[in-house]
């Protein structure tokens, strides 16, 4: 069968792969509509991966199910979580560790262990506890958007606990820090305020409920974000950015605060930080760092919020191409980052 992935790194192509094989437990699903994602072309300029099929974000139709699948069939609309955890994985069992089933984000399966869902069809794992029937009331589409960005971003937002009221700054607003705009803004922050430049992302970041934006190509941003706030912020999320980034989230955070990152870092980065700015140690701020939660009841629930007219996860849909051999061309665009981009996706009609 065919897919886009990568030869190796810096090298992009359509690939011929083996169609994959459906275990006992598990689905093949033909997928109807998919996203690419930066983590795709940050992973193709830089990841040891070789030919390999990327994508991680689709919804699709079941082709076919295991002997023991029992919630599922060929036919079933389905949406597919970017981590599909193996439910039997010790640390599973002990810790509900969702992203991080067999290690380090080892319930990343695809890009990370096998071929992604940019291929005709692709393997899903362990289906009864990995995919999630469309649901009644929420787009495709709109669905397509909970399966890593909304996710990712209000795993963030968890990670970063924000209260009734606290005053955050969200570094990066590019489709997961937008999903982190609205996701603070649904547990009750007051101020918000958003960091990036890109125009769409910037308006969309208003639409979600920022109260502020601040630029990181006019002025130092820790500057910025104390002149506003008279001394700094509650909660720091960091959903963009490069490794000088983690200082400057720290600098700007209050004492007792929390620094939550979603971002991902280049492989070389390394965080420098003097030991004043964390207050000698003493500041009680806390440094998180996260992974997109796996499963299927994870994306039940961020299903459920848009069901019932919490969030319209749309709005980061920002360019729209159909046929399956336009997934090239949206992931160039993805990796483009031009001013009116925030999300593609492809719809394979
Ligand atoms: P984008 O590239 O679309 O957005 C990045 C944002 O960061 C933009 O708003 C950009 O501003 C801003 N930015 C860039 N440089 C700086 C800087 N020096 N200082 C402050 N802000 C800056 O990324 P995505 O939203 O698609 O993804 C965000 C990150 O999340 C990526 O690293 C991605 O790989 C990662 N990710 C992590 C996951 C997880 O589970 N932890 C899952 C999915 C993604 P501008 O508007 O100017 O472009
Ligand atoms: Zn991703």
Redesign the pocket.
């Known amino acids: 069968m065919k897919g886009f992935g990568m030869i190796k790194a810096g090298e992009a192509a359509w690939l011929e792969k083996e169609r994959p094989v459906c275990g006992p437990l598990d689905a093949i699903v033909k997928p109807t509509i998919v996203a690419p994602?930066?983590?795709d072309t940050?992973a193709y300029h830089t990841a040891a991966y070789t030919d390999r099929i990327l994508g991680h974000e689709a919804v699709g139709i079941v082709e076919e199910v295991g002997e023991l699948v029992t919630k599922f069939k060929p036919g079933d609309e389905v949406v597919v979580p970017c981590c599909t955890p193996n439910w039997l994985a010790s640390n599973m069992q002990e810790m509900l560790y969702t992203a991080h089933d067999e290690g380090l984000m080892a319930s990343f399966k695809y890009l990370g262990a096998k071929d992604g869902v940019f291929g005709e069809v692709f393997h899903v794992n362990q289906a009864d506890a990995n995919l999630v029937h469309m649901m009644d009331g929420v787009k495709p589409e709109a669905a397509l958007m909970t399966v890593?960005m909304m996710s990712?971003g209000f795993?963030a937002v968890e990670n970063a606990e924000i209260k009734f009221g606290d005053t955050v700054c969200v570094?990066?607003?590019?489709?997961?820090?937008l999903m982190a705009v609205a996701g603070c803004a649904i547990r009750g922050a007051s101020r918000i305020i958003a960091?990036?430049?890109?125009p769409k992302?910037v308006e969309a970041a208003k639409e979600y409920g920022a109260t502020d934006i601040v630029s990181?190509?006019t002025g130092d941003?820790v500057e910025q974000v104390k002149e506003l706030t008279g001394g700094g912020v509650d909660k720091t999320i960091i959903?963009?950015?490069?490794a000088?980034?983690m200082l400057q989230a720290i600098m700007m955070t209050k004492p007792m605060g929390i620094v939550s990152n979603?971002?991902?870092f280049d492989f070389s980065a390394e965080f420098k930080i003097p030991a004043l700015a964390w207050g000698l140690g003493m500041a009680n701020i806390d440094i998180r760092g996260?992974?997109?939660p796996g499963g299927a009841r994870r994306i039940e629930r961020m299903m459920e919020l848009i069901k019932y007219g919490r969030i319209d996860t749309t709005k980061i849909i920002s360019h729209t191409f159909h046929g399956f051999d336009k997934i090239e061309d949206a992931f160039w665009l993805m990796d483009s980052?031009v001013p009116e981009l925030i999300k593609p996706i492809v719809y394979i009609d």
Not at 171 to 177: E, F
Not at 195 to 198: A, E, I, M, N
Not at 239 to 242: L, M
């Open positions: 994602c930066s983590s940050h890593d990712t795993h570094i990066g607003i590019g489709p997961v820090g960091v990036g430049t890109r992302c990181y190509k941003i959903a963009g950015g490069n000088d980034t979603v971002n991902f996260g992974f997109c980052k």
